[in-house]
């Protein structure tokens, strides 16, 4: 993952001034770093058995989606307050940047299925733990969270298995 | 497709009063009709030869995705004003519902590169020709435009091959 890592792109003051934003658009560009990025979630993720994934909206909806059809599962979406039709639930999500509500889908995830929320990035872990709220709110068993990058300065993974010690954490790329 | 059609949900006056809103969150969450859409689409896209596909924020990215990893690619992304935190040029992007503006960063898509684009559903087209228009700025070569609903009754599809008759559009189910 050193090529995947050396590819991701430093954009300084966004979005707001002082924050060293970590680009990952360039990995999504170069066919090969995206597939290396994807079969390394879809083997981590096979192992868990899951039922179905979850990706959070907007990034993590591009990595969640190829790893549910490589594994031939279904997919459901965890979205900002105010973009899901239907009806849902939904958790309180404090990130960096802001305090946000996602929600979901009251039947996106049936009572007692194995879950896997896929991200693009784990930076503090709160949003990383809202989500697996909310998805336990639908009674989901959530065994695993996935992320491309983790900010492992922001003590994110700690975070999250503190809060949700039965939720496998995986992330492909580390920042110090 | 007329399964995949059956399991789209039609959710009353969302976004907005007297709108009938296309939910396709039912069809991702089936796992073999989620496939079978992947399938279709991917299929499409690779007879077009394409270098790269383009997505559009957000449901855009659940289909670009998976058909990039299927055939090998990469993929670039087109988001909303103030989103994407690199260098970017713009569009303004028309939609039912607001003017907005679209954005894609400048090193997104090479010159010449065969780019097919893909979104979840064609409503008046404004938003694909914005998308196709901005692809375009960089220089790529808009080969395909790819959605999996039409909404043909608002005459989307025509209003794209009027303004970009190079570009084949195909949408896998259309209403009415």
Do not use: C
Request: glycine share 8%.
């Amino acid at each position: 993952m050193d090529e995947v890592k050396q590819a991701i792109r430093e954009v300084m003051d966004f979005p707001k001034p002082g924050i060293g934003f970590k680009d990952i658009t360039p990995v999504l560009q170069d066919a090969r770093l995206f597939s290396r990025v994807i079969d390394a979630l879809t083997t981590w993720a096979a192992a868990l058995d899951p039922d179905i994934f979850v990706g959070i909206e907007s990034r993590g909806f591009l990595f969640a989606s190829p790893v549910a059809i490589g594994l031939k599962k279904g997919m459901a979406l965890i979205r900002k307050k105010g973009k899901l039709p239907y009806e849902t639930v939904e958790v309180k999500a404090p990130n960096e940047y802001a305090e946000e509500i996602f929600q979901i889908h009251v039947d996106a995830v049936k009572k007692g299925e194995r879950v896997v929320i896929i991200d693009d990035l784990i930076a503090t872990g709160w949003s990383s733990i809202s989500a697996i709220d909310l998805v336990k709110k639908l009674d989901g068993r959530v065994v695993g969270f996935g992320a491309l990058v983790d900010l492992s300065f922001l003590n994110g993974v700690p975070n999250i298995k503190q809060k949700h010690p039965d939720v496998e954490v995986k992330t492909l790329i580390q920042f110090e």
